[in-house]
């Protein structure tokens, strides 16, 4: 302990696979896959960095380094493949990795004309240089492939240059036993309907030349699946007889979900099981998710089946990205959100892509996209992804609505709204939240695309450091503590575990990563005064749990003892030197008269404190304030050495 390792001495190289994870969708430098090397070493490399054979050689040994320094200080996430797979995809990597680095269809666009710029012997790291290379280039006076850069260009606009935009963090999520997961799908009303569907269909059931149900097959499946539509309507005193399937639009959609899961299919003009689908269908957790990830498919508002209300073609035309929003604005939320906050977010979806000219006109189609919006939530209730209650909103709701003048989201009018719906004292107000199974759901689909969507209870296994490094960057309070009780129980109980977890503190090189790991521990136990009190007297953890005592005012600092108060300002000044850099950490002493500031340091260096890895770098950072300053500068003969006359002192 109180070693602060390096991770290479060859920092580009390594900042390369440092920054290729920070651009990527969830941002996180210690999440590492078997994929995401081969990822790196074989086609981010290839394209992004413009560096010569040496450099490129030993890329992989320095992502191996970096891989190895990330578990040996437990900033590893524990999310990501175990160390032997992360090294033997490097491995494996290594006969494709140097033909790759080597292939110039493999550049990037700036890759391209950086590369381009050296082979004509110009230092691509001169900005003035490229700059006059460029003129060059756009004079006609560098030749270049024009094939190559065809297939370079066309390649960056398809895939815009391989670069990923940052997606929002989401916060952890709580989910109920697959047990109970299971009950909750086998009693889903669509799981009920398709395995329905399924037994009736049999053997396979005839359908007309137009490829529909016959019409008194669809009325016996109206009846028997409870789809809710409307056979043969009574308007007034007329009766309007449906001729066609495809006039049920419920039914018709039930039967397109069968379609696309692969549970039913169409041969020869019958509609017919697929043979292979019988273990999803007996897999009811199974069957609820795979018709809640292609719901999103379907033909949802109807507008491909004849004419429809402006609203509902402007919120078709945008439903593709709306929907995936909607789900994920609900998904890890700690409460039910009140629905007008989805319908108003909708309108103002579509005010910024439809231009709305006429206000008259503008608040008919509000009206419209809110109904049209709400009627797509029901839908959801019926699959079973959402649940509606009545009540009064999380005050949570009201606050952000009063902050959001600083960097408003939603157009005046639709705060206004929403401030009105959700205001104190309002107690009935529709609330919808995402079911369990919903929830699962969402959280698999952004996995898929890369997103960081953690769940409480999968740490169980991780690292007493991981556990900890994690909950602090990702987790709130509550569900930290529920995670902690799930690893203690793992790890042989509330005694021993707790202490596995104090010495994932203390093995953490970083002393502000510590501090914010034994605050999450702390934070978690029944009485945190008395658990950090108790740690005082601790060397390594000490002045951590002082510092925090302090912070929460537990405790005064009349009430340290004298060594406590000086390893206490080591730690404040460590941990400032390792968050902000020297500057940060001698500006404080900068002011102070020089013989006080040397006394302070000299108090620091000789506190006791356990990092003396840190307080060395504190004394450096120290050093040019405390050199006696000069009046004037010594003269310097020709052969550099000190002439005869003595400095004055100031």
């Known amino acids: 302990m109180g070693c602060r390792p390096r991770p290479d001495d060859r920092p580009l190289r390594v900042s390369a696979a440092l920054n290729f994870r920070h651009a990527s969708v969830d941002g996180r430098l210690g999440f590492w896959t078997a994929a995401l090397v081969r990822e790196f070493l074989l086609t981010h490399a290839p394209r992004a960095l413009s560096i010569d054979a040496r450099d490129a050689a030993v890329l992989p040994d320095s992502l191996r380094v970096l891989i190895d320094y990330l578990h040996e200080t437990g900033l590893a996430d524990p999310g990501g493949d175990p160390r032997s797979d992360i090294d033997a995809a490097i491995t494996e990597s290594l006969p494709e990795f140097a033909s790759a680095m080597a292939d110039p ?78 009950l909750a799908a086998e009693r889903s009303p669509i799981v009920v309907q398709l395995r329905a569907l399924a037994e009736w269909v049999g053997d396979g059931r005839a359908l007309t030349a137009t490829g529909n149900l ?67 269908l007996r897999d009811a957790s199974a069957l609820w998710t795979a018709a809640f990830d292609v719901w999103p498919e379907l033909d949802l508002l109807s507008v491909t089946h004849g004419w429809a209300f402006a609203h509902t073609r402007m919120l078709d035309e945008i439903l593709d990205e709306l929907l995936p929003d909607l789900l994920n604005t609900l998904y890890g939320l700690p409460t039910a959100m009140p629905v007008v906050h989805l319908t ?92 369990p199974l919903a929830t699962r759901a969402v959280m698999a689909g952004l996995r898929r695309d890369g997103r960081y969507a953690p769940l409480v209870g999968e740490l169980a296994d991780a690292e ?43 093995d953490c090189p970083f ?51 004298d060594e406590e108060g000086v390893r206490g300002m080591a730690e404040q000044f460590i941990q400032v030197l390792e968050g902000h ?15 006080q500031a040397r006394e302070i340091a000299a108090a620091l260096r000789d506190s006791g404190h356990p990092d003396q890895v840190g307080l060395g770098e504190l004394d450096a950072a120290f050093a040019p304030l405390l050199v006696p300053r000069r009046g004037v500068s010594r003269n310097r003969s020709r052969t550099g050495r000190g002439g005869g006359a003595r400095p004055k002192r100031r």
């Not at 079973?384 to 909103?393: I, Y």
């Not at 900890?468 to 503590?481: K, P």
């Open 105 to 182: 269809r493999n550049f990037g666009l700036a890759k391209y004309w950086a590369m381009t710029a050296i082979s004509n012997g110009v230092d691509a790291g001169d900005a003035g240089a490229m700059n006059d290379f460029i003129e060059q280039v756009q004079a006609g006076r560098v030749e270049y492939d024009p094939e190559l850069l065809t297939h370079i260009s066309t390649r960056h606009a398809i895939d815009g240059g391989g670069g990923q935009q940052r997606a929002v963090a989401q916060l952890p999520v709580l989910l109920p036993d697959e047990a109970a997961l299971a």
């Open 581 to 595: 850099g020297p500057e940060a950490a001698a500006g404080s002493l900068a002011e102070l008269p020089a013989g």
């Open 344 to 435: 108003e977010g909708a309108w103002a979806a579509c005010t910024e892509i439809f231009v709305l000219d006429d206000p008259r006109t503008s608040e008919q189609l509000r009206v419209g996209v809110i109904t049209d919006v709400r009627r797509l939530l029901d839908e959801l209730a019926e699959l079973g992804a959402v649940s509606f209650t009545r009540g009064r909103p999380d005050p949570m709701f009201h606050a952000d609505l009063e902050q959001a003048d600083d960097a408003p989201s939603l157009p005046p009018e639709s705060l206004a709204r929403l401030r009105a719906a959700v205001a104190p004292g309002v107690d009935s107000v529709e609330l919808v939240a995402l079911t």
């Open 214 to 280: 016959r019409l008194a097959d669809a009325r016996t499946l109206v009846r028997l699946l409870d789809t809710g539509d409307d056979v043969d309507p009574v308007v007034g005193d007329q009766v309007f007889r449906t001729r066609s399937s495809a006039d049920l639009p419920r039914l018709t959609r039930l039967l397109e979900l069968a379609k696309k899961i692969r549970v039913l299919r169409v041969v020869k003009g019958k509609l017919v099981r697929v043979a292979k689908a019988a273990p999803l």
């Open 511 to 561: 002393r502000g990563r510590a501090a914010a790991m034994l605050e999450v521990l702390a934070d978690s136990v029944p009485d945190r005064s008395a658990f950090l009190n108790g740690l005082r007297g601790d060397r390594w953890l000490g002045p951590l749990a002082v510092q925090l005592l302090l912070a929460a005012d537990e405790i005064t600092h009349a009430e340290l003892s």
């Open 464 to 506: 007493p450091a991981q556990l900890l490094g994690m909950l602090a960057e990702h987790y709130s309070a509550e569900t930290a503590e529920v995670e902690i009780a799930g690893w203690l129980a793992a790890h042989g109980g509330s005694s021993a575990g707790t202490e596995l977890l104090l010495d994932g503190v203390r």
